[in-house]
């Protein structure tokens, strides 16, 4: 049976720059201590998924992290979140302008979200797709709790 961090490391290698990072801010501010280096979220976070060798630890930060992925990123994968997340924006922008305070931080994600949008969809997908496949109760009971096999 495959390590399921290792199958979660070589998923997140094939990211694109942006989801790398979005996971190592939000999924790693869950996982990781808190004197977690600063400087690359990406890399620090791509440094916890190496397995350390031992299966039932790995099985118990795959628990952890097929949680906080669920946590922090769920709404990222559906076309729902992301009409929040415009209506959040567009609500904050409204009240820059009233304030008379600069909006091009919320501008240029409003700018973006379409294509964010498609992205996290496919990303969301894949996630699922993965989860299910490889951090599904099943397989991650299995490796915390091995039948021993008769010869």
């Known amino acids: 049976m495959q390590n399921p961090i290792a199958t979660v490391a070589e ?4 990211q694109a720059l942006e989801v790398k990072q979005d996971f190592g801010v939000l999924v790693g501010y869950v996982v990781m201590p808190s004197d977690s280096p600063s400087g690359d979220p990406a890399g620090w976070f ?46 904050l922008r409204a009240r820059l302008i009233r304030e008379g305070k600069d909006t091009e931080f919320v501008d240029k994600p409003l700018r973006q979200a379409p294509l964010r949008e498609a992205r996290w969809l496919r990303v969301g ?14 397989v991650l009971n299995e490796l915390l709790f091995p039948i021993p096999r008769s010869r």
């Open 46 to 91: 791509r440094e916890w998924l190496t397995p350390t060798g031992n299966l039932r630890v790995d099985a118990s930060k795959a628990i952890l992290l097929r949680s906080a992925v669920e946590l922090v990123l769920a709404s990222r994968f559906t076309g729902e979140g992301w009409r929040r997340f415009e209506e959040m924006a567009q609500g």
């Open 125 to 138: 997908q894949e996630w699922r797709d993965l989860a299910s496949e490889h951090l599904n109760d099943e």
């Open 11 to 14: 998923w997140f290698d094939r």
